[in-house]
């Protein structure tokens, strides 16, 4: 079997190479596409995570009483 000279297959290679471009740039399209959703979700389930987190912090402060700025700070035993 014969295989003809490369410059008898130019348009093939040719034809070969740009499929695989095109291949390439689809799944790569694909691939970041699917990353900045998955990035989005990530961002928003995180950012629910932190405002529950200071939420939560914010009430076991107000429970205990708060040691914010109107109130005078107290050493414990003392009135």
Do not use: C
Not at 13 to 35: K, M, N, R, W
Not at 62 to 76: F, L, W
């Amino acid at each position: 079997m014969r295989t003809a000279p490369m410059k008898d297959n130019i348009p093939q290679y040719a034809a070969d190479a740009g499929a695989a471009l095109s291949t390439a740039s689809v799944a790569a399209y694909t691939f970041a596409d699917i990353l900045n959703e998955a990035a989005l979700i990530v961002a928003i389930v995180s950012g629910s995570l932190a405002a529950a987190w200071h939420i939560y912090k914010f009430y076991q402060e107000y429970r205990k009483g708060g040691n914010d700025a109107s109130k005078p700070n107290k050493k414990p035993g003392t009135n």
